[in-house]
């Protein structure tokens, strides 16, 4: 699937969450007639992947149980199914079994799994098995623990070292399209964070094809943003677009953005900077 994506230039993924607990409000659609009309919106906007959630990861949530996190998912899956079904969509899930009932459902999607396969040990031959993209990202310990956890002697280093491990064992076990996410704002400080961003492309890690692994950046609306401008997530656009243009110009990929029409517009003016110079 993922070799429909145009890598020539950055692609914008969107994001929509169908869980009342996501961070950021304006990203939440709680039923079918909303998601209907965010996914449209979306891809007339130029996303190129809708990025569907129904299980929040923001810092000190609380998972829901696998059913719940399904029968949240499902009313969107249908009408992905229904209404948009040449779409190209990710599921945002680090749950096996949920991946399994969506493929039955839907057929191909791209797994977005903030865990790189560590919540559920079944995850990664079940994106082998159903020969489905892969996107890992990384983080340490959980929702509830894991800003407890950002003692890093080289950020960029140690997120290097986990990715390049996840993507040669991801091979091994036969998953052959692989994203790879740094996972801005899990597991990392503020200062973290930039110096991640600032290091960004020392993550371009080679496949065995001798190609780059695709970078994903997700960046938009964070605390990494808010906190440091002291403002609401809300509040935060114009300053997430500054970053992801950042993102870009050090070798992201794929930007997972709330806001698609704004991130399109910033890749179209980089696209003109870089013919222009």
Known sequence: MLNNIKTETPQVMGIINMSPDSFYPGSRCLNENEFENRFATM?????????????????????????????????????????????????????????????????????????????????????????LPYIAMHKRGTPQNMQDKCDYKD?????????????????????????????????????????LLNNLSELKIKNKKGENYLLLAGLSRKSMIYKSLSISPEEALPATSALELTAILNGANIIRAHDVKEAVQMIKLHKLLTQNR
């Open 43 to 131: 891809i007339e906007d130029g996303a190129s992947i809708i990025d569907i959630g129904a299980c929040s990861t923001r810092p000190h949530s609380i998972p829901i149980s696998e059913e719940e996190e399904w029968e949240r998912l499902k009313p969107a899956l249908k009408k992905v199914l229904r209404v948009f079904p040449q779409s190209l969509i990710s599921i945002d899930t680090f749950r096996a079994n949920i991946v399994e009932r969506a493929f039955d459902f839907v057929g191909d999607f791209i797994i977005n799994d903030i865990s790189a396969g560590e919540d559920d040990p079944k995850m990664l031959k079940m994106a082998a098995k159903l020969e």
């Open 155 to 195: 950020v960029t280093m140690e997120v290097k070292e986990y990715l390049s491990s996840f993507a040669k064992k991801a091979e091994e076990i036969g998953i052959k399209e692989i994203v790879l996410d740094p996972g801005f704002g899990f597991a990392k400080n503020i200062n973290q964070n930039y110096q």
